[in-house]
Nanobody
């Protein structure tokens, strides 16, 4: 399984950025997809997740109304559109995928089975 994240970069506060994650080596449409982020010296933090059929999305409170997660099962991709970016959004962003489960909540890293290498997002003032 490979997850390749892209789209990170440097953006001014208040700006927008879109991240993309391409998956291969798995039955993509059957997996939950999530985005996490990790800032230097901090633990990896849940950002957003989306169910296998895009029917359910969930966001951490700090990004609600600003970030949107979506997926295209035909293209095996998941995206994270980020608007109104803040300095505190600066982090390395990781996409992850988790096998279907009735017990996982998919808001903790342990719920996910495969991870991408991450892409850096830096928000400047």
């Amino acid at each position: 399984v490979q997850l390749q994240a892209s789209g990170g970069g440097l953006v001014q506060a208040g700006g927008s950025l879109g991240l993309s994650c391409a998956a291969s080596g798995l039955s993509f449409s059957g997996y939950v997809m999530g985005w996490f982020r990790q800032a230097p010296g901090k633990e990896r933090e849940f950002v957003a997740r989306i169910s296998w059929n895009s029917g359910t999305t969930y966001y951490t409170d700090s990004v609600k109304g600003r970030f949107t997660i979506s997926r295209d099962n035909a293209k095996n991709t998941v995206t994270l559109e980020m608007n109104s970016l803040k300095l505190e959004d600066t982090a390395r962003y990781y996409c992850a995928t988790g096998k279907p489960s009735f017990t996982r909540r998919y808001i903790h890293p342990s719920s996910y089975d495969f991870w991408g290498q991450g892409t850096q997002v830096t928000v400047s003032s």
